[in-house]
Nanobody, 125 residues
Framework: QEQLVESGGRLVQAGGSLRLSCVAS????????VGWFRQTPGKEREFVAS????????YYGDSVKGRFTISRDNAKNTVFLQMNSLEPEDTAVYYC??????????????????WGQGTQVTVSS
Protein backbone atom coordinates (compact mmCIF):
# COMPACT_ATOMS: atom_id res chain seq x y z
CA GLN A 1 0.00 0.00 0.00
CA GLU A 2 1.34 3.39 -1.02
CA GLN A 3 2.00 5.68 1.90
CA LEU A 4 3.62 9.06 2.47
CA VAL A 5 4.35 10.34 5.96
CA GLU A 6 5.40 13.92 6.65
CA SER A 7 7.13 15.11 9.79
CA GLY A 8 9.03 18.08 11.14
CA GLY A 9 6.31 20.66 11.44
CA ARG A 10 6.12 22.73 14.63
CA LEU A 11 5.83 26.23 16.02
CA VAL A 12 8.75 28.47 15.11
CA GLN A 13 9.45 32.19 15.32
CA ALA A 14 9.61 34.40 12.26
CA GLY A 15 13.08 34.34 10.74
CA GLY A 16 13.68 30.79 11.93
CA SER A 17 14.18 27.56 10.01
CA LEU A 18 12.57 24.15 9.79
CA ARG A 19 13.26 21.00 7.84
CA LEU A 20 10.31 18.87 6.83
CA SER A 21 10.68 15.23 5.86
CA CYS A 22 8.48 13.00 3.75
CA VAL A 23 9.07 9.26 3.86
CA ALA A 24 7.48 7.03 1.24
CA SER A 25 6.65 3.35 1.35
CA UNK A 26 4.85 0.91 -0.90
CA UNK A 27 5.96 2.56 -4.14
CA UNK A 28 9.07 2.81 -6.31
CA UNK A 29 10.00 6.19 -4.96
CA UNK A 30 12.71 7.06 -7.46
CA UNK A 31 10.24 6.86 -10.35
CA UNK A 32 8.07 9.66 -8.97
CA UNK A 33 8.35 13.40 -8.99
CA VAL A 34 7.73 14.61 -5.46
CA GLY A 35 6.03 17.84 -4.56
CA TRP A 36 5.33 19.87 -1.45
CA PHE A 37 2.10 21.81 -1.17
CA ARG A 38 0.59 23.82 1.64
CA GLN A 39 -2.90 24.79 2.64
CA THR A 40 -4.60 27.14 5.08
CA PRO A 41 -8.29 27.04 5.98
CA GLY A 42 -10.54 28.39 3.28
CA LYS A 43 -7.78 28.55 0.67
CA GLU A 44 -6.81 26.33 -2.21
CA ARG A 45 -3.80 24.07 -1.87
CA GLU A 46 -0.70 26.04 -2.92
CA PHE A 47 2.32 24.70 -4.77
CA VAL A 48 5.52 25.07 -2.74
CA ALA A 49 8.22 23.01 -4.44
CA SER A 50 8.88 19.88 -6.42
CA UNK A 51 11.81 17.75 -7.48
CA UNK A 52 11.72 15.86 -10.74
CA UNK A 53 11.93 12.07 -10.79
CA UNK A 54 14.50 11.67 -13.55
CA UNK A 55 16.68 14.75 -13.77
CA UNK A 56 16.43 15.97 -10.17
CA UNK A 57 15.57 19.49 -11.26
CA UNK A 58 13.77 21.56 -8.68
CA TYR A 59 10.88 23.97 -9.02
CA TYR A 60 9.54 26.49 -6.53
CA GLY A 61 6.52 28.62 -5.93
CA ASP A 62 7.16 32.35 -6.21
CA SER A 63 6.43 32.98 -2.54
CA VAL A 64 9.16 30.60 -1.32
CA LYS A 65 11.82 30.96 -4.00
CA GLY A 66 15.19 31.72 -2.45
CA ARG A 67 14.08 30.66 1.04
CA PHE A 68 13.06 27.01 0.65
CA THR A 69 15.07 24.12 -0.77
CA ILE A 70 13.73 20.73 -1.78
CA SER A 71 15.98 17.68 -1.95
CA ARG A 72 15.61 13.92 -2.07
CA ASP A 73 17.41 10.81 -0.93
CA ASN A 74 16.12 7.94 -3.06
CA ALA A 75 18.09 5.37 -1.07
CA LYS A 76 15.99 6.34 1.97
CA ASN A 77 12.75 7.00 0.08
CA THR A 78 12.76 10.47 1.59
CA VAL A 79 12.25 14.02 0.40
CA PHE A 80 13.19 17.06 2.47
CA LEU A 81 12.00 20.62 2.48
CA GLN A 82 14.45 23.00 4.10
CA MET A 83 12.64 26.20 5.03
CA ASN A 84 14.66 29.26 5.98
CA SER A 85 13.71 32.84 6.79
CA LEU A 86 10.25 31.73 7.73
CA GLU A 87 7.46 34.28 7.73
CA PRO A 88 4.03 34.23 9.42
CA GLU A 89 2.56 33.86 5.93
CA ASP A 90 4.23 30.43 5.71
CA THR A 91 1.89 29.12 8.39
CA ALA A 92 -0.03 26.21 6.89
CA VAL A 93 -0.41 22.47 6.80
CA TYR A 94 2.33 21.13 4.53
CA TYR A 95 1.71 18.06 2.40
CA CYS A 96 3.98 15.95 0.26
CA UNK A 97 2.69 14.14 -2.79
CA UNK A 98 3.96 12.17 -5.77
CA UNK A 99 3.25 12.21 -9.48
CA UNK A 100 4.59 11.14 -12.85
CA UNK A 101 2.93 14.00 -14.72
CA UNK A 102 4.80 15.98 -17.35
CA UNK A 103 6.48 19.23 -16.33
CA UNK A 104 3.64 21.36 -17.63
CA UNK A 105 1.45 20.23 -14.74
CA UNK A 106 4.04 19.92 -12.02
CA UNK A 107 2.48 22.79 -10.03
CA UNK A 108 -1.05 21.41 -10.32
CA UNK A 109 -2.02 19.59 -7.12
CA UNK A 110 -4.81 17.73 -8.93
CA UNK A 111 -2.19 15.86 -10.95
CA UNK A 112 -0.59 14.25 -7.91
CA UNK A 113 -1.55 10.68 -7.12
CA UNK A 114 -0.69 9.94 -3.51
CA TRP A 115 -0.64 12.31 -0.56
CA GLY A 116 0.57 12.32 3.00
CA GLN A 117 -1.56 13.35 5.95
CA GLY A 118 0.18 16.70 6.36
CA THR A 119 2.29 18.37 9.02
CA GLN A 120 1.44 21.70 10.66
CA VAL A 121 3.90 24.56 10.42
CA THR A 122 3.14 27.64 12.50
CA VAL A 123 5.29 30.74 12.29
CA SER A 124 4.79 33.32 15.01
CA SER A 125 5.54 37.00 14.48
Amino acid sequence: QEQLVESGGRLVQAGGSLRLSCVASGLTFSTYTVGWFRQTPGKEREFVASIHRSNGRTYYGDSVKGRFTISRDNAKNTVFLQMNSLEPEDTAVYYCAVTRVVLTYIRDYSKYYYWGQGTQVTVSS
